[in-house]
Structures are given as C-alpha cells and as structure tokens.
C-alpha cells in the first residue's frame, strides 16, 4: 500500500499510526539537513509527544541546503510528508510507525528569500541541525572557525543569497531583529562534544564577519543548548524498502530504519519556548557533558577502533564483526581499559551495563548496519571521537597500544584496498589528501600523525604513541588483522 494520507487507515493492524491530524498541527520547529538520524530521533520524539495530543504546535518544516536533498524531499512530498519508522532488531520487541511530525520541506536552491522568510517566521521558535560534524566549518586543529573557506566567503559577500547554513541563519535573525521578532533556539542534533557551544562559536565568527552589531545581538539573546543524541541508523537501502513492503506492507519511498534503542540528553536551555519532550523520555538536564564524553568516547569512538579493523578484515557490516570474538575482545579492553577509566561518573548510567548494551548493539543482526557508513568521513570523526582518548593516555603515561591500532587500521584503510584484495572508494571529503599521506610505507606515521587538523600536536611529540603506531601499521601490513589483534591482545601463539 503506498503510503500517503489517504492509504493511512488501510494499512495492515501492526503499524502504527499518528494520532493525531494535521489539520491540527502548526509548524515551530525548523530542522536542517533531513536525513536517517533526523527522522529516527528528534522527529520520532516530536511524533510521540504529539500522539499524546501535546506539542501540536511544534510541526517539523524540513530544510533542504544541498542539491541532493531535493530528492528527499519529493520522496516525502509525494506521500504528504509521511514516512515509516522501521526498528530492526534481533528480538521481537520492535515497531513500525509511520510518523507525521514533518508538515513540509524548504529548498535552498528553490529560493533563498523564501527560506530566509520562513526561519524569520515568528512562529519557528526552535531551529534543529543535523549538518554532520564537519558541516561547523571549525578547524580541529585550532578550533577557529575557518572563514576563508570559499562557501563562507561567499556567503559574507552575497548576504541576501546565502549558500551555507551560517548564512541563511544569520540572515534570518538579521531579519527577526530588524523586525522585532525574538530569536529563535539553535539547537544542534550532531553527534559532536558540546555540540551547542560549537555551533554558537561557528555561528557568532561568522556573524562577526558580517555585522558586529548583529553578532552581539545572537550573542544575546539566541540560545544554544547542548545535547547527546544516540541510535544507531543506518543508511536506507532498496533491501529496507522491500523488506517493509513485503514483511508490513507499506510501500514507503524513503523509510528509516533505526534500532530499538533511543537515548536523547538535552540542557534545559531555550530562549522562545520548546515541546514537553520529557514527556516522552528526553532527559533535561544541567550539563549534559558527563554523557556526553560516555557517549562520544565509549560508543563513538568503539565505533572507530572496530570499523577500519573490521573493513580491512574484509567485513562489510557492523554485526559480522562483532561474530568474530576477537573483535569483541579487541573492543572490550578498549573500553574498560583506555576509555572508563577517563570518564567522570554519570548520573543515573551504571557505565559496566552501558558498555554491555553497546555490544548487544553493535552485534544486531537485523539492522545490518554498514561498516562503510561508520568509517566515512575519517578525518572528521578522529579528532572528536578518538584523538581526546589519546591524548589523555598520552598525558596520563598510559599504555597506548590499542589506540594507536585504531589510527594505524585507518592508516591501512587509507590503502583503498583490504587483504583480501578487493578495493573500496574512501567517503571522506579530504580523501585525496589522506591518501597522499599513505602512498609510500617509508616514515608514513611522521606524515600522517603530523596533520594538526586531524592529530594535533600532543599525538606527533609522544614517542611511545608514534612508536605504537608503527609498530601495529607494520604488523597490519605483513601479518594481517587477525595476527595483529592477537598481538596486541597477548594471545600470540
């Protein structure tokens, strides 16, 4: 049955429905960059609390900044913006929900005015990103805003026609405070450390770039509230598709699967209101750091240390990793022995059953999640996920060994080859540059561990870390992962 409004009451018993019309909703919320992660968490909560009958005046209008979003949005456009959450699980305990919170779905390149009107609206109150980690345009390095980026320029030199999202923001607050309408709450939804504060720092260069007076003014009075977002989702693939279709019935063009497990952590801070979302399992909270480092170093950056391991083994999905012990064991001693014992105590998480939940997720079958989805983008997700961890083993004289495994499987990965010989594309946008740095194997860990946007400086001036690095490349390239897992592990024959 396609899925639409008017199909909505002939789909089959076991999937669940809205509760609500949307004749009865009004739109507050502006979401940029809708994608799997976005659909699967803020607007799947937003969806919950308005099945309660609360939060009907929080409605989603998506936000399309690229060329490729146009095709999502007639995905969801030509089924009046429904679509289907489908969990994926090894146990029975899952749903399938067809969620409503979207009402509409802007296009930057359909335009720019139009959108700029639509975020000055007094009626958006909260507008939500999901533009990946390196859409903040902050320099791991030095965590300078990096102005001369040719978009950014662009954007400081066309202020009416904006390219990129610190653009179309500051234009539309540019608008609400010429017309008297209050800011509206930047909330970010990337899964990166102290997301608010990275967006208010990129947010507030730019803005001082263009009007000093209008950056004192967000400085003022736009919120920018911290928040941990978590559930594994993988990319939508045409298997997906047909496996909801013929396993549920519902012919859905663009569907998210997700796992069962959802967890947002989000700092009560909003400037011009927000949804009850407590009521429906969000915690708010003072500070959301200490889950946030137990989620960026335990989840993300295991993550990591299996990925590249697991996709140069010659594995493609998550959970095929996790059914070869020694990678449960690799990433058991990563967890327990180089990350908790950096991690302050977090209220109300016993971290001994986070880090088993973590491998029960990470072993789901049902969702087969892509190794390639979670090795993307590298060079973005190392300094956040795994170059803090290494660095406070560095500074605390602690054995460096497993983490410098999981830089050298990138490294290796970098190859675009893995030991069976089947070659792979890397989906990094500094792809070409991190390969350069792998060509020849001569003094490969003094190029690479050199980048200061990727390692910065502690990582390059720690001898036993480079040490350690060259060991587990070399022991990568002559005796393959397994033989360099056992290695490490101690369990050499």
Request: aromatic fraction near 8%; glycine fraction near 8%; charge should be negative.
């Amino acid at each position: 049955m396609k899925l639409n409004r008017h199909n909505l009451t002939r789909l089959a018993a076991d999937v669940q429905l809205p509760a609500y019309s949307p004749a009865e909703t009004r739109q507050g919320i502006a979401h940029i960059g809708v994608g799997g992660f976005h659909r699967a968490h803020q607007a799947y909560y937003t969806d919950a609390l308005m099945n309660t009958g609360e939060g009907l005046d929080w409605s989603i209008c998506g936000v399309g900044l690229r060329a490729e979003d146009r095709r999502a949005r007639d995905d969801l456009a030509g089924q009046d913006y429904l679509f289907t959450l489908f969990e994926l699980g090894d146990d029975a305990a899952t749903e399938v929900r067809v969620i409503g919170a979207i009402s509409d779905m802007l296009l930057a390149e359909d335009g720019a005015q139009a959108l700029i009107d639509k975020l000055a609206s007094p009626q958006i109150r909260i507008v939500s990103l999901t533009i990946t980690e390196g859409g903040y345009c902050i320099d791991d390095s030095s965590g300078e805003f990096m102005a001369q980026l040719p978009q950014i320029q662009h954007d400081l030199a066309h202020p009416r026609q904006p390219q990129t999202v610190f653009g179309f923001l500051c234009a539309a607050l540019a608008q609400r405070r010429a017309a008297g309408v209050p800011a509206f709450t930047l909330m970010s939804c990337d899964n990166l450390p102290h997301n608010g504060a990275v967006t208010r720092k990129a947010l507030l260069a730019f803005a001082g770039l263009r009007d000093v007076d209008l950056r004192d003014w967000i400085a003022a009075n736009v919120s920018f509230p911290n928040a941990m977002v978590d559930r594994i989702t993988p990319m939508t693939s045409t298997a997906h598709r047909l496996q909801l279709h013929d396993e549920h019935g519902v012919d859905d063009a663009w569907p998210v699967v997700c796992e069962p497990f959802v967890q947002w952590v989000l700092e009560d801070k909003f400037g011009n209101g927000r949804p009850a979302w407590e009521k429906v399992g969000v915690q708010f909270t003072d500070d959301v750091t200490p889950y946030e480092d137990m989620k960026i170093k335990l989840l993300n950056g295991s993550h990591l240390a299996l990925t590249y391991l697991g996709f140069l083994k010659g594995y493609r999905f998550v959970h095929e990793t996790m059914a070869d012990p020694l990678f449960v064991a690799f990433i058991r001693a990563y967890m327990d022995l180089d990350v908790t014992p950096q991690l302050a105590p977090v209220p109300g998480i016993d971290l001994a059953d986070y880090k088993d939940t973590l491998v029960a997720r990470f072993s789901n079958r049902a969702i087969a999640d892509q190794l390639e989805r979670v090795c993307s983008d590298g060079s973005s997700k190392l300094p956040k996920f795994s170059v803090p961890s290494i660095n406070r083993l560095i500074a605390d004289g602690r054995d460096t060994e497993r983490a410098a495994l999981v830089v050298a499987a990138w490294a290796r990965y970098l190859k675009g080859v893995d030991e069976n010989g089947d070659t792979y594309a890397i989906p990094d946008p500094r792809a070409a540059f991190c390969q350069a740095l792998v060509t020849d194997d001569d003094r490969v860990g003094q190029r690479l561990l050199a980048v200061d946007a990727i390692f910065g400086s502690a990582i390059p001036h720690s001898p036993a870390f480079v040490e350690a690095f060259e060991r587990c490349y070399t022991s990568l390239r002559d005796h393959g992962v397994t033989r360099t897992l056992e290695r490490v592990l101690g369990r050499d024959s």
